[in-house]
Structure formats: structure tokens, C-alpha cells
């Protein structure tokens, strides 16, 4: 893909080689898109093998570091690639799962605030006929904690799909640990005064299962969220910003 567009697309990926190829090829025709970065954290199938064959540049983990390091591994990836060029302006800075496969040709939408300047981040709410299996407690602990510290709670509060500038992307940085990622990001942000908007998007990835390997992960979530809205709480962090 030339170097002529103003998004980069960042997909954190793990285990997910029977998608990945079919995520990176719909991910490259979004219009604006002219650069995709996946980041391998830690697979071990053939994840990174896919992604390349599809045309993504990869970044891998040795080791399961979790989605937020994934995330500042991309970003930073994209940004040694535009000082590599001489690129003045930075690339907006789409956010992706690995598990989207062909529905993620529908993320053109969420991309429309943040390039006309609308917007400073951009989170996706999956359209009903897309919306898949929940994570109740999670999204609730997360939406409510989101609404305590900022005074807005977000549709699809633990939504990964997010378009922002790499300004918002660097003024919430460091990002909050592993599964706590898009809930600092979207506390921070608003904090620190910037706009967020939502989008509903057409977009599906797998639904979390039931059996204990799917507990588990959602435990860990809760964990993660948990700390992350802790670390935000008063006497954390400065007081928050009108938003603007």
C-alpha cells in the first residue's frame, strides 16, 4: 500500500489465525487506510504467518504481554514508520480486534469524526444484528465506573474498536494494563478534556463462550477493568477537566 493515506490500523492479535488474513485484507480497503500493523502477543499458531500473507506488517511478542502493550507496540510501530518517511503529520490511529474477519469492512463510519476533526476518539457501538455475546458484569462495572469519573457512560464502554488522533493516543498514555486499556482511555481522555463520540457500526467478532477457559478470561477483565478504575479514582490522579 503506498504511504498517500491518514489512518493506520493497529490489530493486537492472539490465537487467532483463522481470522486474522480475512480482518487485515477488509481492514486495508477502509477508506484513508494505507498502513495495517498487527501485533502478534505471544500467539502460538500461525497468527503472524496469516497476517503477512495478507499483506499486514507484524510486530510480535515473544510472550503474552496483553492487549493495552499490543496496542503501544502498533502505535509506536506506526510512528518509527512515518519518521522512517519524513511524514510531518501523524496518521489517526484505528484501533481493531483480530477476530472481525470480513465485518470489518464496516469500520469505514468510525473513522468519519476523527478525520474531519469532529472528534478526538471515536469508540464503536456494534449495531444490534452485529452485537455479539456480553460480558454483563464487566460492561457494567466499567460503564458505571466511567460514568463516576467522568459524568458519561458510554454505550459499549470495553468496545476495542476505536478511532483516535495520535495526540489523544499519546496524551492517555500509558495506557491503562492488559483488558483495562479502553476504559482508562476513554476516563483519561475525557479528563484531559478532549471529545469522544460513539458510532454504530456493523461490525461482529467472536462471542465469548461459556466453558472455564471463557470464565477465566472474563475474570481476568474484571480484574484488569477494576484496577484500572481504581488507579483513576480521587486523590489518583489531578482533578478532571470540563471536557470542552
Known sequence: MPPTGDVAVVIPAR?????IGATVA??????GVDIVVVVDDGSDDGTAAAAE???AS???????????AAMETGAEAIRLLEAADGRVSPRHLLFLDADLAETAAGAAPLTGPV????????????????RSGGHGLVVSLS???IMRATGWRP???????????RAAFEAARPLAPRWGAETGLTIDLLRKGMRVTEVEVPLAHRATGTDWRSQLHRARQFGDVALALAARQPGSRAARPSRG
Open 26 to 31: 477488509a481492514a486495508a480497503g477502509l477508506p
Open 115 to 130: 478525520r474531519s476533526g469532529e472528534a478526538d476518539m471515536a469508540i464503536a457501538v456494534f449495531s444490534n444484528r452485529a
Open 15 to 19: 490465537n487467532e489465525s483463522d481470522r
Open 58 to 68: 507484524v510486530m510480535r511478542h515473544a510472550r503474552n504481554r496483553g492487549k493495552a
Open 155 to 165: 454505550a459499549q464502554p470495553l468496545n476495542g474498536q476505536r478511532c483516535l488522533t
Open 143 to 145: 460503564g458505571s465506573g
Open 53 to 55: 500473507r495478507a499483506g
